[in-house]
């Protein structure tokens, strides 16, 4: 029986790789416990006093809530749109024109940056709408296109045969499409879900135009809280975060399995 030997040039480049992607992420857990007043790694000494002081500091407590209802209700208003959008633009796609597909992608296209100064501009100056209101449009806009582009591709294998088979034999349009084609792409559903959720959470160049007294996102506070103080609190912060998102991924492998969003 013949063997296959690895290139030892291949096997260093791989563990290159792995330390490439985790050596930020252990940096920042080894800062995030150090017992000093100040970043630091190696850690000197071991406390969780740190992740203590997120919730003792009400600024992180009121971001923290405001990232996380702004993350939901962005993401449910993507759903709500994106989901009949890219059912269209699947269903009907040689009615419809083809630079349509393309207007879902702007958001993507055009700079976080020059977005969030729009939306200052038009929405927050111009129509003198309330804060929260425009953090909501703009990450809503900004999360959008993940939601169209990952449904269409599950909808892309769809076959509407069947749609229309359940139509012919007398099913209603509105029930046929809620028991059989949304059950059908359920998995890039609730994968858009979790990739718009991670975006919204995490976004920065948007938030920074449109946050204002009283109301700010996490991420902002979290380079508020970097010009006025160096200490492990922020990375400790950092580390909630990541936490969150393995949280929202082990959800997902508990209650579907990983590979069923991969079909």
Not at 17 to 45: C, E, H, K, N, R
Not at 66 to 89: K, M, Q, W
Not at 117 to 137: M, R
Not at 227 to 244: G, R, Y
Request: proline share 6%.
């Amino acid at each position: 029986m013949m063997t296959t030997r690895i290139n030892p040039l291949l096997i260093l480049f791989t563990i290159l790789v792995y330390i490439f992607l985790t050596g930020p992420l252990i940096i920042v857990l080894g800062a995030s416990v150090s017992d000093t007043t100040y970043l630091t790694f190696p850690p000197q000494g071991l406390t969780l006093r740190w992740f203590e002081n997120i919730f003792e500091i009400s600024a992180f407590r009121r971001t923290i809530v405001t990232s996380l209802e702004l993350a939901i209700l962005a993401t449910g208003l993507a759903l709500l749109i994106g989901i009949p959008a890219a059912y269209a633009l699947n269903r009907y796609r040689i009615q419809l024109p083809t630079w349509l597909s393309t207007v879902f992608v702007l958001p993507i296209l055009v700079p976080e940056i020059v977005l969030g100064f729009s939306l200052l501009k038009s929405v927050a100056v111009g129509a003198s709408a309330p804060i929260f209101a425009t953090l909501l449009i703009g990450h809503t806009l900004l999360v959008l296109p993940y939601c169209v582009r990952v449904i269409s591709a599950s909808l892309a294998s769809f076959d509407f045969s069947i749609e229309e088979a359940a139509i012919s034999l007398g099913s209603r349009p509105l029930k046929t499409f809620f028991t059989i084609v949304l059950p059908n792409v359920r998995s890039g559903v609730i994968a858009a879900f979790i990739l718009a959720f991670i975006t919204s959470i995490n976004d920065v160049s948007t938030s920074l135009f449109l946050t204002g007294p009283g109301i700010s996102t996490l991420p902002i506070q979290i380079l508020a809280h970097v010009e006025q103080f160096f200490d492990p609190t922020i990375a400790s912060v950092s580390v909630l975060l990541m936490f969150l998102t393995v949280a929202v991924m082990a959800i997902v492998e508990r209650t579907l399995g990983l590979t069923f969003l991969a079909k």
